[in-house]
């Protein structure tokens, strides 16, 4: 099975230069070593989904409400999301939980309405570097997954991605060590053992991310129960995304 890697350009690139990227990226990628997915900024999604069409690429959302419509100004629906051609959109990502005071019960709502409407969801998980210090990693993992998943029906862990990313490695070019991705993994696998069956946590795509790099990228994917990355800084520079993705192992 080909590695899934996403990239999150976050508040980065204007919809002129995610054309730029896109169109260079497309015309690169071989498709041959790993699926991609690629979530720009909302106002780059429209040229992002009608660039990719009939290609290998497919895009996701950085955010999703976690109410269907209503009157909650400057927000985006998943409905909005999905017709515009959306496939996959972040959830639960650090950055939501810290600064936006996203909390599990809110994430849970999230997921339940953006799967409510097609789209694959990629839920965010991962420790703060006091959790860290304290042996607190593996508890605090397995805390976020039950009650972001909580309420949700087998079959819908189908489009459900979990992504383990450690807060205190993200954007500080400090990565967790294979021990330290394996063991997520394996926390990881077995919540959605004792929460499901053995079929759903064998079948669950489960993602690093964190400090990712052309250096550690081999290394650090081809870890025991992970399936892929979660590619934040480095998937800005298309040279450096596009080599990863045409030549991950």
């Known amino acids: 099975m080909k590695k899934l890697i996403v990239a999150n350009f976050k508040m980065n690139q204007t919809p002129s230069q995610t054309k730029q990227y896109l169109t260079k990226f497309i015309a690169g990628f071989t498709g041959n070593r790993a699926d991609v997915v690629i979530c720009p900024s909302f106002l780059s ?5 009608f660039l990719t069409q009939g290609t290998l690429v497919k895009i996701g959302a950085q955010n999703v409400n976690d109410e269907e419509e209503g009157a909650y100004t400057g927000e985006i629906s998943a409905q909005m999301l999905k017709d515009l051609g959306v496939e996959y959109v972040i959830v639960g990502h650090s950055d939501r939980r810290i600064k936006f005071k996203e909390t599990d019960r809110l994430i849970n709502k999230k997921i339940k309405t953006a799967l409510k409407n097609g789209l694959k969801c990629i839920l965010c998980v991962g420790e703060s570097l006091a959790d860290r210090n304290t042996g607190k990693t593996l508890e605090v993992i397995r805390h976020q997954i039950e009650e972001d998943i909580k309420g949700l029906y087998e079959n ?18 400090q ?12 926390v990881i696998r077995k919540v959605i053992f004792d929460s499901y069956s053995e079929k759903a946590s064998r079948d669950i795509q489960v993602l690093y991310g964190g400090s990712l790099n052309e ?35």
């Open 156 to 173: 819908e862990l189908e489009s459900v991605i979990i992504a383990y990313e450690p807060i205190w490695a993200i954007g500080t070019g």
């Open 175 to 186: 990565n967790a060590n294979v021990k330290d991705v394996e063991n997520a993994a394996k």
């Open 215 to 249: 250096k550690n990228v081999g290394a650090l994917l081809n870890c025991t129960g992970v399936d892929g990355g979660l590619f934040g800084k480095i998937s800005l520079s298309v040279n450096n995304f596009l080599d990863i993705a045409n030549n991950l192992k």
């Open 45 to 49: 999604l429209p040229i992002s989904t």
